[in-house]
T-cell receptor, first 114, second 110 residues
């Protein structure tokens, strides 16, 4: 069990650029989640996949954000035309179907928009 | 509006004593309650959970208590150890998403 991995761990980009993050969940987990955490706050839910289907999206996920999980394995989160307010830690988590509440988190990708 | 509140941003406890971390929630649809621990530069780590049909769950040094009528839960750590120093998040759920509080930073001093 290698745990949930996320790449890159850090990303610095200029405002207006596009960025893409990758998440590799625990191999037998069919559920995958994206959260965003800003300074002094707890993680906030962004979106949820069961296998390759995106089943829920938060209102926090504006039109500039898109997430995919093409083969039900890894997932990508893309932010287009980044804004300074997008600076945050982006966390990915995965869970099994039988114990969906217990989500296992990756180390996160810290995005800084300058 | 904040559905989950952890009103103590920080807590300092001596090694060997009990640590009590509190969490209040407003959403009566929450049916599962989890606690996560987070060290700097790492993602949150699942610690312990409780279903809404129970009022207590114990796992080693960690016990979670749930008072549904008061919409309150607490995490007890006894005895506290320096390695327990971390940020603790309460995270209730009513389905797929976890709803995190702002966290309580626990410092256990030798």
């Amino acid at each position: 069990d290698t745990g949930v991995s996320q790449n890159p761990r850090h990303k610095i980009t200029k405002r207006g650029q596009n960025v893409t993050f990758r998440c590799d969940p625990i191999s037998e987990h069919n559920r995958l989640y994206w959260y965003r955490q800003t300074l002094g706050q707890g993680p906030e839910f962004l979106t949820y996949f069961q296998n390759e289907a995106q089943l829920e999206k938060s209102r926090l996920l504006s039109d500039r954000f898109s997430a995919e999980r093409p083969k039900g394995s890894f997932s990508t989160l893309e932010i287009q035309r980044t804004e300074q307010g997008d600076s945050a830690m982006y966390l990915c988590a995965s869970a099994t179907g039988t114990s969906a509440y217990e989500q296992y988190f990756g180390p996160g990708t810290r995005l800084t928009v300058t | 509006d904040q559905q989950v509140k952890q009103n103590s941003p920080s807590l300092s406890v001596q090694e060997g004593r009990i640590s009590i971390l509190n969490c209040d929630y407003t959403n009566s649809m929450f049916d599962y309650f989890l606690w996560y621990k987070k060290y700097p530069a790492e993602g949150p780590t699942f610690l312990i959970s409780i279903s809404s049909i129970k009022d207590k769950n114990e796992d080693g040094r960690f016990t979670v208590f749930l008072n549904k009528s008061a919409k309150h839960l607490s995490l007890h750590i006894v005895p506290s150890q320096p390695g327990d120093s971390a940020v603790y998040f309460c995270a209730p759920s009513s389905g797929y998403a976890l709803n995190f509080g702002k966290g309580t930073s626990l410092l256990v001093t030798p």
